[in-house]
């Protein structure tokens, strides 16, 4: 069965910088990761996207091992704003069928 | 900035009626996404379209479900006969060439 799992929640105060890690056993072998914000009612906000090692932008950083078989969102920082749930996508291959599924979501809460 | 956009933001319906979710992708995009959001679980994949086909789809895609590219900016998806349980956020998320998805705001439907 292939699952993508998160950490549920996760707390933190502004300035912190927040790490948030998903598992991904069976990615496919040529896909992207990818995470994404999303804020209540709202469509997902891409972050950052990467394959392997160390990927940065603006906004956070990723960090992926050479197995690939999970990723960790870094984010520097953090304010108020940056309260949302987090999600990884990946694409897995299982068998002969190929699915893109999402991580069950990481909800960050950021205190003053 | 170019966006995902999608109407309506909200539909209500009676089960057993038909709907149709529009999306219009953001221009220069090849490949085109649906995905659902059951209030408060994670964001699930339904189906992906490239080259005016189905290129892969979930379990949750089952023969009440159908994708179309009538136009050269519209992508929609039609439920048949509503169920209570489709009542959900469904995303449209489309991408170029490389992995990234853009996702549009949602379409909320609301199955009484």
């Known amino acids: 069965l292939a699952k993508t799992t998160q950490p549920i929640s996760m707390d933190s105060y502004e300035g912190q910088e927040v790490n948030i890690t998903c598992s991904h056993n069976n990615i496919a072998t040529n896909d992207y990761i990818t995470w994404y914000q999303q804020f209540p009612s709202q469509g997902p906000r891409f972050i950052i996207q990467?394959?392997?090692t160390k990927v940065t932008n603006e906004v956070a950083s990723l960090f992926i091992p050479a197995d690939r078989k999970s990723s960790t969102l870094s984010l520097p920082r953090v304010s108020l704003s940056d309260t949302a749930v987090y999600y990884c996508l990946v694409g897995v291959r299982m068998d002969s069928s190929y699915k893109l599924i999402f991580g069950s979501g990481t909800r960050l809460l950021v205190r003053p | 900035e170019p966006e995902v956009t999608q109407t309506p933001s909200h539909q209500v319906t009676q089960m057993g009626q038909e709907v149709i979710l529009r999306c219009v992708p953001i221009?220069?995009?090849?490949?085109f996404y649906w995905y659902r959001q059951i209030l408060g679980q994670k964001v699930e994949f339904l189906v992906s379209f490239y080259n005016n086909e189905i290129s892969e789809k979930s379990e949750i895609f089952d023969d009440q479900f159908s994708v179309e590219r009538p136009d050269g900016s519209n992508f929609t998806l039609k439920i048949r006969s509503t169920k209570l349980e489709d009542s959900a956020m469904y995303f449209c998320a489309s991408r170029e060439t490389r992995d990234t998805q853009y996702f549009g705001p949602g379409t909320r439907l609301t199955v009484l």
């Open positions: 221009s220069n995009h090849l490949y």
């Open positions: 990467g394959y392997k």
